[in-house]
């Protein structure tokens, strides 16, 4: 057969390789993840082409699938695809040169790093591709095998060494039809990555939904039922032959075999038209991922094209796991992104949704996305604030949704466990405010025991009514008993009760509703539109001495004394000056609570 023959790598992969070799980078396991995603590439390529060119597949019409077989004893891991392989030129400029822009980027980033201490954290942020593989094995051999050649090579290389090797495969029983037999033998360290466990449950956390079926090698066992025979003889030697036949004993034994065992769900479900998936199987899939036990309380399945691709489907849980405290810093992993189809991150919430948010959970598939993708390139990515923007969107009509719901029951449950995070998007989130606005729930003067929405309330203003008034207190019946109410109440117009601490900054920030202005009735420019000047004017001139005398008896206490029409019954009544603090929120300032 012909000789092996050898190569120097590219200075840069040399430089790398170097880098991973050495490195201290502790989260070695991705190396599992860069080798399926290569491995998933390499199958949707010979997807794609076997559409336009049929004969490609030609005389091997293999399932288009991904094998992991581990061999424990020896720290040997195997990962096989039946996908587009490698000719012998594609070999060396696939894995001799730099090529891809992950880890080029990667390389950037190192060249730019005066900090030599930080390359190690690099690799997560960038990933390096193929190379992770030297991650945990200090040998690799990639057997591979492609339509467009009639030969099969290896590529080897080893952990320390500035170059690398390719041969033609002549030995008959390593031959494939087609596709990358990548063997890797592990480090002395790293050799814990060839339990069939272990791999099993690294498919299961990182490929889960790779679309092509991914099968392990798994030890597997069956109970088998075998004659005992030692009491039969027993029996026998005391003469009692008929009731040795009776004695006749059989033990339960587990027979051990290995096989494949399929260990990804092939069809993510948000790649399934929203038409073909039942709700159930929407409520499974999230019980399975999030790990939830009850049903959520709304889901909403799209895909977006155009600008920027991806897929999602977003839940509201049906009960919030987060206290109360929690909320401004909420430390979830709710979000999973995939770019497509490979699980990427979990922690990548707080790029994809604003905070207030951060009860929604849910999955996002992107096609725009680089594999390798960072928090640091979410963040500058304008990709991602067109995908945050739809996401947003989306999960409003779901809240929507929930509230036009016939029972209104759920919405009340929405409301009970998450009405507290819209408020914080009005006070964080000035762009949506339009869509917050009517998702909001107060009591009100007139619905002391069932919340209302502001379109409720508008509806029931009076002709004349101009504004929406409300009144901030610690509880209804405080409220209720407010004398600011009386006028109002005289009138028959209704007030909201805000008594919510977060309620009077929120409506504060919204500042109005469908042009409606929001009025605090316990402010001094209170105007009801039934101010009469004439009478004003008599009063102020029989009152006005009065006045000035409680001023100067109550000195810097108060800022002034006024003759006001806005009560009925009460003689006088304590209110805030129109630019001052409201008494609750001077209560709130006090107590610190916001
Ligand atoms: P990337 O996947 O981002 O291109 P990698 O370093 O992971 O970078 O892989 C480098 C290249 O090697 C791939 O682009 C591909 O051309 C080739 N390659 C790697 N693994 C396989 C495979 N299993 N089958 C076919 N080609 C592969
Ligand atoms: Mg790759």
Not at 208 to 233: C, H, M, N, R
Not at 417 to 431: A, H, P, S
Not at 471 to 495: R, Y
Not at 531 to 536: G, L, N, P, R, S
């Amino acid at each position: 057969s012909p000789p092996a023959e050898k190569y120097e790598y590219q200075a840069e992969v040399s430089r790398l390789m170097d880098l991973i070799v050495n490195s201290l980078y502790s989260n070695k396991e991705v190396f599992l993840r860069e080798l399926i995603s290569n491995a998933s590439d390499a199958l949707d390529k010979l997807r794609f082409l076997s559409v336009t060119d049929p004969e490609i597949l030609k005389g091997a019409e293999m399932d288009l699938d991904i094998r992991i077989q581990t061999d424990k004893d020896n720290g040997i891991v195997t990962i096989t695809d039946t996908g587009i392989g490698m000719t012998r030129q594609e070999l060396v400029d696939c894995l001799g040169t730099i090529a891809q822009s992950g880890t080029a980027k990667f390389l950037k980033a190192l060249k730019d790093s005066k900090d030599s201490g930080s390359d190690s954290n690099l690799i997560g942020q960038f990933g390096v591709g193929f190379y992770s593989a030297f991650l945990v094995a200090d040998r690799v051999v990639v057997s591979t095998k492609s339509p467009k050649s009639d030969k099969q090579y290896v590529w080897e290389g080893k952990a320390n060494s500035s170059s690398y090797s390719i041969r033609e495969e002549t030995d008959p029983e390593k031959l494939i039809p087609r596709g990358t037999h990548l063997t890797l033998y592990l480090k002395n360290d790293d050799k814990g990555f060839a339990h069939p466990e272990r791999i099993q449950r690294l498919v299961k956390n990182y490929s889960q939904f790779v679309s092509f079926p991914i099968y392990t090698w798994q030890e597997k066992g069956y109970t088998k039922e075998v004659e005992v025979d030692e009491d039969l003889a027993e029996a026998k030697k005391d003469g009692e032959d008929e009731k040795a036949e009776k004695q006749k004993k059989t033990k339960k034994v587990i027979e051990k075999y290995w096989d494949w065992e399929l260990t990804n769900e092939t069809q993510p479900i948000w790649l399934r038209s929203p038409k073909e998936v039942s709700t159930e199987e929407y409520n499974e899939f999230y019980k399975k991922t999030f790990n939830e036990y009850l049903d959520p309380l709304a889901s909403s399945h799209f895909t977006t094209e155009g600008e920027v691709e991806f897929r999602s489907i977003l839940y509201v849980p049906a009960v919030t796991p987060m206290g109360k405290d929690d909320m401004l810093n909420p430390k979830t992993k709710n979000i999973r992104l995939y770019v497509k189809r490979v699980f990427i991150s979990d922690d990548f919430d707080g790029e994809l949704f604003p905070r207030y948010l951060s009860f929604i959970k849910g999955v996002v598939d992107s096609n725009d996305l680089p594999l390798n993708v960072s928090r640091e390139i979410l963040q500058e990515s304008r990709i991602v604030r067109i995908m945050r923007k739809r996401l947003v969107r989306k999960a409003f009509d779901m809240i929507l949704g929930i509230s036009l719901s016939e029972n209104r029951e759920d919405y009340e449950k929405f409301w009970d466990n998450y009405g507290k995070f819209l408020k914080l998007g009005c006070i964080e989130d000035r762009d949506n405010h339009k869509r917050i606005a009517p998702l909001l729930r107060f009591f009100s003067s007139q619905s002391e025991e069932d919340l209302i929405s502001l379109d409720e309330y508008v509806e029931n203003m009076k002709s004349e009514q101009k504004d929406i008034y409300y009144i901030a207190a610690d509880n209804v019946a405080s409220a209720k008993n407010t004398p600011f109410l009386e006028k109002l109440l005289e009138k028959d117009l209704e007030v909201l009760f805000l008594v919510d601490p977060i309620d009077e900054v929120a409506i504060q920030n919204l500042k109005s509703y469908k042009e409606k202005n929001f009025v605090d009735i316990s402010k001094e420019d209170l105007d009801l539109g039934d101010k009469d000047e004439e009478k004003e004017k008599v009063m102020k001139q029989e009152f006005g001495q009065t006045c000035d005398w409680i001023k100067k008896r109550l000195g810097e206490k108060v800022a002034s004394v006024q003759i006001s029409n806005r009560l009925s019954s009460s003689p006088c009544v304590l209110v805030s000056g129109r630019f001052g603090w409201s008494a609750n929120m001077e209560r709130l300032m006090k107590s610190q609570t916001m």
